[in-house]
C-alpha cells in the first residue's frame, strides 16, 4: 500500500517549462525525505540528453530524430513565450537575478538528492535514443517497473 | 479506500504520442491484472472516434470540429514533430520494423484486455460527437463517474 | 494517510480547455463533499489575472510577460482549434445554448464551493505577477505547501 513517502512523475513532455515544474516538485519532495522517481519518456528523454554529439548507428528517421530534437536539458524550449529560444534565455536571466535555481541546476540538485531518474527503454527504442547519449547515473526501464513505483507511491503526476 | 488494483487515466490530449503513452500505461496495468479505466475527453475523444464519415445533426461549430477533428486513432497527430502526418506514419514504421504494436494495435489490445473506456458526455455535447460515431464497445459517463472510479484507485493520471 | 475526501490539481496550463477540464473536476468533486485545492502555476497563473490592467513595478521580460499572457479567464485561448480567439468564442456559444456553464462560470461556482484556489509563488515570481494582478481571495504558496495538501489527497493531477 502507498504511504505518504514516495513520489513519482512521469515526465513525458521535453518542454523548458513543464521539465522545471517537475523537476521543482522533485526536489521539494526529496527535501522533505520523500523518495522520488522520475520517468523520463517521449520528448522528456530529451532533458537526459548529453550535451555533446555522440555518435550512434541509427535509422535514417531516428537519426533525423537525434539531429531535430534538443540535445539536453540547457536546449529544451518552452511550450509557450519560446520566441525562437529567446524564451528560455529570458527565463535563466530573471531566475539568475531573483538567485534561484536554473533548468539545469535543479536537475543537479535533483540527483544530489537521490532522486532517481529513469529513461523509459521503449520510447529511447521509438526514438532511436542509445544509452551512450543519455547522462550517466539514469536507470533504464519500463512501463512495468514505472508500474510498480507508481503503486508504492502516493502522488503519481503525469508531466 | 483505494487499493493497488485499479488505475484510471483521464484522456484529454488527442496527441499521438499522448494517446500512446496512455495506452502503455494502461496495457501494462492491465496485463499485470489491474482494473483500467480511461475516460476520453476533450481531443482525447477524437482516438474513439469511428474511421468512416458518419452523418449526424449538429450545429454549425460542431460540424466544422468534426469535420477538421481527426476521425479515429489511425489519424491522429503528433504534439511535437509531427511533420503534416509524416511524424505518424515514421513512427508507425519503426514500430512495426521493431515488432512493437502500433496505436491502434495498443488500443486493440487495450479492448481485448478488458481496458475500460469511457467518452466524456459531457465534452461529448460541447464538442458534438454523438454515440454512433464512436466506437462500440465505448461506455458513457460524466465526471461523477470518473470520480467514484478515481477514489478506488490509486494511480490516476491526467494525460 | 490520503483519504477519499481530498483531491489537489496542479493547474500548468493556461488554456482554455485545460482549465475548462481542472474546473470541471473540481466542480464536480466539491460538489460530492470533497476538499479541492487547485494549484495555478506557470501558464495556469493567467486563469486567475484580474481582467484590468493593474500597473505594477517588473523587469523588461516580466513587462513583457505580461502584456503577452493572457488577462484572466476570458482571455484563455484553446490548446488546439483556437483559430485566433474565434474557438473559445464558439466555445462559449455552445455551452450558453447548451445551458451549460461557460469557463468563467465555472470558476464562480468554483469559489462558491470553497474549492481553495492557490497561486504558486516561485512562478509568479518568475513571470512577475505580483499579487494585486490576481483574484482576491486567491490564497500563495510554494511548492511544500503543494505537497502536504497532496499527501492528505487520494487523487492528485497534473494538468
Redesign the interface.
Known sequence: ????TK?TI?V?S?DY??VM?AL??A???A??G?DVTLFF???GLNALRKAEKIKTEK?L??SM?GR??PRGIKKLNM???NFAGMGPM??N???K??G?MTLDQLLDAAIEQGVKLVACT?TM??L?FKKEELLDGVEYA???A??AE??EA??????
Request: hydrophobic share 55%; glycine share 10%; aromatic share 10%.
Open positions: 500500500m502507498a504511504d505518504t513520489k512521469i513525458f521535453g517549462d513543464k515544474a521543482i516538485i526536489n521539494g519532495a527535501a522533505m520523500d519518456t517521449f520528448w535509422g528517421m531516428q530524430f531535430m530534437m511550450s509557450t513565450m529570458m527565463m536571466k530573471v531566475i537575478s531573483g534561484a521503449m527504442d521509438l532511436g519500463g512501463v512495468a514505472y508500474l507508481a503503486d502516493n502522488v503519481n503526476l503525469f508531466v
